[in-house]
């Protein structure tokens, strides 16, 4: 009879002592969790402070006259039009240059080459390209665009810089697009008498469109908010004039006097204002940085949606 | 070209005596379109042996005025003084301590942020996280740069008042949050690729969630986890616009991250600021900067990279 007491109460202990145990099991699992959302939280506010930070000083600034005068010695004066005007046209050479250049590469590593060590070569060497730290880019800009090659410190240097910057971005995208293409498609259009570029051309880079274009436009948001490749090229900080304007009314209609004029971006702009002491030309840093942000939020949101949009809707 | 040698019905080629040459035409014009997308691809081989070249050739000229023993043993790099010298010590130490700084926040946040969104996260939170990490990390670098300048350092300078106006610690804090997004991503790709039959062996034994994430899927995925850090490291060693905003841009052999300094990323940054002319000692110098700058991230990116096709393969 005692035994059998005893035996019980042992049983209860045991079991006690288990549901003590998952009980405190589950508390871990509850506290990591809890651990998990404050570090999103800490991310997140991390996120929202900068902003608000930037917003409250920017914001009063943020007036049409902002968009369109040029920067000047007195704070209120000062605005970013010959900034957004250069980082316009070095958005256009870097995309003009990149794109060809990218998503040429991306189809022939995915479509055409063959398996061997050069195949081996450009892979591994994409990989580390992407790696490189931007300024080591400028350096390569400095030493080469602008005094070996005589393209000085214009436009087209800058553009040329950023381009290679993203082609690692835009090969990527390019190959995954590519990748998730099935095969049965290319052995569709073999079996028609496709030759393989007239495959390439009228189905691979069709099928691959949206994906290649959220590659673009993040490289490109990319290239918009870089700083330092552009400072160390040499670019003039204090730019109170554009650039000769790329469409004209007299034949032959275009002009390229714009790619070799020295010029300013929006990064070098607000650079250049956060690094004066007064305060007045901070407020110009946070609108200017604001402006920034935003242009590079919605070209994000905007590659996101994209890609998005692109996982919902295609089922090969 | 092959169609030559292809045994076919005479009567055909009589019938369609243009075939052959169409297919001739189409073929060369086929050569030359890979021939063109080749030359696409090899202008990122051109890329990297341009660094390379202009690097070196650069570094080359700026190491006969300056011995080798010199830029790596000196403590001082005073290249804007009348009698410079030249040693890259303080800007290494500079960039150690930011990068340190950076990672203590990075890795720990990242690393729980990887575990969070990988094993624990609802569907909904993991969807919504992953394009705001993105966003995060979109952010021009320069505009890290005003924050740290003048939200972060005048935060910290409440709790330190000694604090001064330009310093490493908030330099580096602020690097670590831009850093976040990049580890925690690779991180939980690393994590995500882990077979599920895995966490259902150990569900299956009773374990919770915590137990499975920490004793189970983290060591199956230690090499993509740790291929994330050192990419992570490569980020904050050839970061720029931060330091150079937010640390001072003058060398300074120290460790304590609450003092001003340098780092080689800053450095080359000032002398591009300045205009010091095309061929001189301090012109070469930001070369020899660069390469040291360019074989560190190397280093760094090559181990990561390894170590991240391990993991892949290890399934």
Not at chain 1, 295 to 302: H, K, P, R, S, W
Not at chain 2, 199 to 211: H, I, L, V
């Amino acid at each position: 009879m005692g035994a059998t007491t005893t035996g019980t109460d042992l049983h209860a202990g045991k079991l006690r002592a288990l549901r003590a145990l998952i009980a405190s099991h589950k508390r871990w699992d509850l506290f990591f969790a809890s651990v998990g959302v404050l570090a999103l939280m800490f991310g997140i506010l991390a996120f929202v402070a900068l902003f608000f930070d930037m917003a409250v000083d920017g914001v009063p600034r943020i007036t049409p006259d902002f968009f369109a005068s040029f920067p000047s010695r007195r704070a209120e004066n000062a605005g970013i039009l010959s900034a957004w005007v250069g980082s316009t046209l070095v958005m256009l050479v870097t995309a003009l240059a990149a794109v060809p250049l990218g998503v040429g590469a991306g189809v022939y590593l995915e479509e055409y080459a063959p398996r061997n060590w050069m195949t081996d070569v450009i892979e591994i060497n994409v990989t580390n390209l992407a790696g490189v730290p931007s300024i080591v880019y400028g350096l390569l800009a400095l030493g080469l665009f602008v005094y070996q090659f005589g393209l000085g410190q214009s436009i087209l240097t800058a553009g040329l810089t950023l381009a290679l910057l993203i082609l690692p971005v835009v090969i990527v995208a390019t190959r995954e697009a590519i990748r998730a293409i099935p095969v049965a498609i290319r052995e569709g259009a073999y079996a028609l008498g496709a030759s393989k570029w007239q495959t390439t051309h009228d189905h691979i880079i069709p099928y691959s469109m949206a994906g290649i274009l959220t590659g673009v436009i993040i490289g490109l948001a990319r290239a918009i908010g870089e700083t330092a490749p552009i400072i160390t090229i040499g670019a003039l900080t204090f730019i109170a004039f554009l650039p000769p304007p790329p469409v004209q009314a007299t034949a032959p209609f275009v002009n390229f006097e714009w790619l070799t004029s020295p010029f300013t971006v929006m990064p070098i702009q607000m650079f250049n204002w956060t690094s004066r002491p007064e305060e007045a030309f901070q407020a110009n840093a946070a609108a200017a940085g604001l402006v920034l942000v935003v242009m590079t939020l919605v070209m994000n949101a905007l590659a996101i949606y994209i890609r998005y949009r692109l996982r919902r809707n295609i089922k090969w | 070209m092959a169609t030559v040698d292809l045994p076919r019905p005479a009567a055909m080629a009589i019938a369609d005596p243009d075939r052959l040459k169409h297919k001739f035409s189409r073929n060369i014009k086929e050569r030359i379109i890979e021939m063109i997308l080749f030359l696409a691809a090899l202008v990122s081989v051109a890329t990297t042996l341009g660094i390379v070249f202009i690097l070196f050739y650069e570094s080359l000229a700026f190491f006969r005025h300056v011995p080798l023993v010199d830029f790596f043993t000196d403590t001082m790099w005073t290249p804007l003084f009348s009698e410079p010298r030249y040693g890259i010590a303080p800007l290494l130490m500079g960039t150690l301590v930011t990068s340190a700084v950076a990672l203590c926040v990075a890795i720990p946040v990242g690393t729980v942020i990887a575990i969070y969104l990988s094993e624990f996260a609802p569907f909904s939170v993991r969807e919504a996280a992953k394009p705001f990490l993105e966003l995060l990390g979109g952010v021009p670098t320069i505009v890290y740069g005003y924050f740290a300048l003048v939200f972060v350092t005048p935060l910290l300078q409440k709790v330190f008042p000694g604090l001064p106006g330009f310093n490493m610690l908030s330099a580096g804090l602020v690097m670590g949050v831009m850093i976040i997004p990049y580890i925690s991503s690779v991180a939980e790709d690393a994590m995500r690729a882990v077979p599920m039959s895995l966490r259902e062996g150990s569900y299956a034994m009773g374990a919770t969630r915590f137990q499975t994430a920490t004793r189970v899927v983290t060591p199956a995925a230690i090499s993509g986890i740790a291929a994330a850090y050192i990419l992570g490291i490569s980020r904050a060693v050839g970061e720029t616009m931060i330091v150079a905003v937010a640390a001072g841009m003058q060398p300074n052999f120290t460790i304590n991250p609450a003092e001003p300094a340098s780092t080689i990323t800053a450095y080359i940054v000032q002398v591009a600021l300045g205009d010091l002319p095309h061929g001189s000692v301090g012109y070469q110098s930001i070369f020899a900067a660069g390469l040291m700058l360019f074989l560190l991230t190397l280093v760094f990116n090559i181990l990561g990279h390894w170590m991240r096709r391990k993991y892949r393969e290890a399934y």
